[in-house]
């Protein structure tokens, strides 16, 4: 991470704060590498700076794959 970098942060909601043009105020909490928060933060950071994460793949039901064939 560059100086000033928090890694990754989960965005609660963008703050109608006044401020420069391209510039916005974020509310969120920083996450670690497993996802969970660490902290709660207000941010202040560039548009054009951010970047989406890539869609979560949702989990399988029951977690198990189907063979096709019924138990008894």
Known sequence: MGSGSIGR???I????WP?????VWLEGY????AGEAVSRRRIFVQRAGLTAPPPAVPPQAGGRRSTGRVRR
């Not at 909601?13 to 109608?16: N, Q």
């Not at 401020?19 to 510039?23: K, M, S």
């Not at 920083?30 to 590498?33: E, K």
């Open 9 to 11: 942060f989960r965005v």
């Open 13 to 16: 909601r963008v703050l109608d």
């Open 19 to 23: 401020t420069y043009d391209g510039w």
């Open 30 to 33: 920083q996450v670690n590498a």
